[in-house]
């Protein structure tokens, strides 16, 4: 399991790579967040959303997950639509969304170059999540974007990733009656080339509804 830490703040710095890369990034762009963003939503949630990193002119730029690039339009249309969020669109951490009974997090916190976290930087910062997996009540659920979000909650939960493969649609019985749904991340990639189309990923947040129901 990963070394308990105190709970998450933005003046995290245990990467050295990753603090170096923010550090240009806020001279570049001085009116960005450049700094490691916070989960979004309570802590005491049925449903836990993780995302692999913020993105640079996304929630690195305004501090909120999957907020002000292409990424998130896909997940918050479809929260809004499920009842997880009280709006379809995120533009900024003051538009007034709030979010029902769900919480959206990323397996690595700080922007990484090249959108692509170290395995290091990934186990350094996987105790945050493992965090706010204990949170969790019994019986909820996890939703993992992405094959790295996967892996980084099973190593929240010090699960060996054989056991619980990745696979668009799959779901995973958990400890404490937790579910692990797994989805492709909704990056502009993805969904551009129908990888990830909008039916498929509501097929995913309608079963995590109806098991929360």
Known sequence: MP???SSFSESCRRCPRLASYLERVRTEHPD?????????GSR??????VGLAPGKHGANRTGRPFTGDHAGLLLYDTL???????????????DGLRLLNCRITNAVK??????????????????YLAEEIASLPRGAAILALGTVAHMAVLMALGIARRDYRFGHGARHELPRQ????DSYHCSRYNTQTKRLTPAMFRNVVAAIRERLD
């Open 44 to 49: 005491r949630v049925r449903l836990l959303i």
């Open 178 to 181: 937790l579910a692990l749904y």
């Open 32 to 40: 960005y967040h450049a700094r490691p963003v916070p989960p979004f």
């Open 80 to 94: 809004n639509c499920f009842g997880f969020a009280s709006r379809p669109v995120s533009t900024s951490v003051d």
């Open 110 to 127: 700080c922007l990484p170059p090249a959108n692509r976290p170290q395995p290091s930087e990934i186990r350094c910062c996987n105790a």
């Open 3 to 5: 070394r308990a830490l």
